[in-house]
């Protein structure tokens, strides 16, 4: 279920049918909850389907925990039925079980502007060879990522400082009553048009060349690639 650009800069909940509303968290409602609970939450809704289903009640709480921070009404785990109920007003609206969870998590991930890296169903694949090939592929990324350094200029707090510098409207008080996707939707806006005003200030003094200036890009969709 892939959300539309709207949905996902909008600051109220996205209701999913006999399940709940599922929010994008304000900064604040980050920084009451602190940066690195925010991340392990994330962290946990990242983890595959498998190795939750082994967890203990601990594990099941810090789940619960997690899922009631990106989740509107009230979730509680039920024994009974092996799966989280969604409360409101003491009564059960919906429901996350093992079918919907995988939806629910990536929905959550959409809503942070985080982009997860899904693995093929290799049961699908019928080819041997083929077969070979996907799990070659997959043990690549794997070492990749393994790699990869943090980009300490893309974590939140340096964002967050940019953003509120850098444009003319937001500033390092009200900054906190953005959603963090509209934050991060922000800082591609300020990265793009200061692209844009290099580009055309070059123009204005060169001329366009070729006719490399696109005047257009400033208001160009940058959402496709989420």
């Known amino acids: 279920m892939k959300l539309s650009y709207f949905e996902l800069l909008s600051p109220d909940p996205i209701y999913i049918e006999k399940v709940g509303s599922i929010i994008s968290p304000k900064l604040k409602d980050i920084s009451s909850i602190g940066i690195n609970t925010y991340h392990f939450y994330l962290s946990i809704l990242l983890m595959d389907l498998k190795t939750l289903l082994t967890m203990d009640n601990d594990s099941i709480s810090i789940l619960q925990n997690a899922l009631n921070f990106f989740i509107k009404e009230n979730v509680i785990y ?3 039925h092996h799966s989280f109920l969604i409360m409101k007003n003491d009564t059960a ?8 969870y ?3 998590c990536d929905i959550i991930c959409q809503r942070n502007c985080i982009k997860t890296n899904k693995e093929e169903d290799l049961s699908k694949v019928k080819s041997k060879k083929a ?3 996907i799990k070659k592929l997959q043990k690549g990324r ?9 980009d300490k200029n893309m974590e939140l707090g340096n ?5 509120a510098n850098k444009s003319q409207s937001l500033n390092i008080i009200n900054i906190w009553e953005l959603t963090v996707y509209q934050v991060w939707d922000c800082f591609s806006r300020l ?3 200061s692209i844009y005003d290099i580009q055309s200030m070059s123009v204005a003094a060169w ?6 200036f696109d005047a257009a890009s400033w208001y160009r969709r940058i959402d496709t690639a989420n």
């Not at 609206?93 to 919907?100: A, K, L, P, Q, S």
């Not at 794997?142 to 943090?150: C, L, R």
């Open 78 to 80: 039920s024994n009974e």
């Open 159 to 163: 964002i967050i400082s940019s953003v």
């Open 93 to 100: 609206v919906g429901i996350i079980n093992e079918d919907i």
């Open 191 to 193: 990265t793009n048009n």
């Open 131 to 133: 077969l070979d090939i």
């Open 142 to 150: 794997a070492e990749k990522a393994k790699q990869t350094k943090t």
């Open 207 to 212: 001329g366009n060349k070729d006719n490399h």
């Open 102 to 104: 995988p939806l629910i």
